[in-house]
T-cell receptor, first 115, second 111 residues
Framework: DVKVTQSSRYLVKRTGEKVFLECVQD?????MFWYRQDPGLGLRLIYF???????EKGDIPEGYSVSREKKERFSLILESASTNQTSMYLC??????????????FGDGTRLSIL | GEDVEQSLFLSVREGDSSVINCTYT??????LYWYKQEPGAGLQLLTY?????DMKQDQRLTVLLNKKDKHLSLRIADTQTGDSAIYFC???????????FGTGTLLAVQP
């Protein structure tokens, strides 16, 4: 079974802090994704990566950056946290292979509160 | 651009069937997925259907796809209280690694 592990289930930070959310997958997947989930808005894609050191912006990248130094690890960085970044953050991974079945496998999420 | 829509809420009685509906706009969708999210947890893949199929059954779950109307549904037979969760449909459009998710349907099962 695919295992996607997010380092924290709950996190509380202060406005202006630099925040790191970590995600590790154990299935040698090429693709990794960061989403945020807010009530009534579903999942919105922040950034994704299809290879080490590669990244692409999703739908809402403003205020975030990412790092993928190793294949198994994808980090989401809030450069200067703000209260509107309080949310549930979900990491996912999938295999490469355009045209084939590539479900995304999710971690348990990190509920981040910015005070 | 691509868009996936779902109704926000569905309430059923235990033992009844639940039908959760989803519409999407991208006609080049190749695979469509249903995920389940229990409170405080991540998304769990339930089932998927390839776009050249119109039905897939997996135990209590039946997925129906009407490609002409771009309509996807998930039927849960004999709904149990443990089925209470948010259900997301997602489409994988053409030559892309991304999934487009709907807003999720909260299924409440009354005992």
């Amino acid at each position: 079974d695919v295992k996607v592990t997010q380092s924290s289930r709950y996190l509380v930070k202060r406005t202006g802090e630099k925040v790191f959310l970590e995600c590790v997958q154990d299935m040698d997947h090429e693709n990794m994704f960061w989403y945020r989930q807010d009530p009534g808005l579903g999942l919105r894609l922040i950034y994704f990566s299809y290879d080490v050191k590669m990244k692409e912006k999703g739908d809402i990248p403003e205020g975030y950056s990412v790092s993928r130094e190793k294949k198994e690890r994808f980090s989401l960085i809030l450069e200067s946290a703000s209260t509107n970044q309080t949310s549930m953050y979900l990491c996912a991974s999938s295999i490469q292979g355009v045209g084939s079945n590539q479900p995304q496998h999710f971690g348990d999420g990190t509920r981040l509160s910015i005070l | 651009g691509e868009d996936v829509e779902q109704s926000l809420f569905l309430s059923v009685r235990e033992g009844d069937s639940s039908v959760i509906n989803c519409t999407y706009t991208d006609s080049s969708s190749t695979y469509l997925y249903w995920y389940k999210q229990e409170p405080g947890a991540g998304l769990q893949l339930l089932t998927y259907i390839f776009s050249n199929m119109d039905m897939k059954q997996d135990q209590r779950l039946t997925v129906l796809l009407n490609k002409k109307d771009k309509h996807l549904s998930l039927r849960i037979a004999d709904t149990q209280t443990g089925d209470s969760a948010i259900y997301f449909c997602a489409e994988r459009a053409g030559a892309t690694n991304k999934l487009i998710f709907g807003t999720g349907t909260l299924l409440a099962v009354q005992p």
